[in-house]
């Protein structure tokens, strides 16, 4: 009897926390979007709150901290990223084009070449940062 209610109270809360989960998320996007950065910042880190492993909210982030200008909390969060989907391109893309703003052309390189093996949707963009990177390193 008690492990039912035990169950029965288990599964009535988890709906309300992925709901919530899903709205800090959400409203970060729609904040985003306006350029709302220091709120859509605050409810992308709610969303982490209760899902440590979003890597969405990580990009989200990285694009927030670009926004600001912020180079160290940008790559912190593509590295966040990229620590749990190393495949995300987005993330190795940006990554890369930071390095290369920072002229690390050998790390960008890295990134690119990565990136270039499992490209599917980032495969234009990574042929044209290798032609930026192989530029940018002859000077």
């Known amino acids: 009897m008690i492990l039912r209610l035990k ?8 709906p309300n926390k992925l709901m919530a989960n899903n709205i800090y998320f959400e409203e970060g996007l729609r904040l985003f979007k306006k350029e709302k950065f220091a709120e859509a910042k605050f409810k992308f880190e709610q969303n982490i ?14 694009k927030i901290f670009k926004n600001l200008k912020n180079k160290n909390l940008q790559e912190k969060n593509l590295n966040t990223v990229i620590l749990l989907n190393p495949k995300n391109e987005e993330a190795i893309y940006n990554l890369a084009k930071l390095k290369l ?3 690390d052309y050998q790390k960008s ?3 690119n070449d990565k990136l270039n093996n499992i490209c599917e949707k980032f495969c234009n963009k990574s042929k044209k940062l ?4 192989e530029n940018l390193s002859k000077k």
């Open 7 to 14: 169950l029965a109270f288990i599964l009535l809360l988890l």
């Open 101 to 103: 703003d920072a002229s």
């Open 49 to 62: 709150v209760f899902n440590p492993k979003s890597e969405i909210s990580y990009l989200y982030l990285s």
């Open 109 to 111: 390189k890295e990134l």
């Open 130 to 133: 290798k032609v930026e990177i």
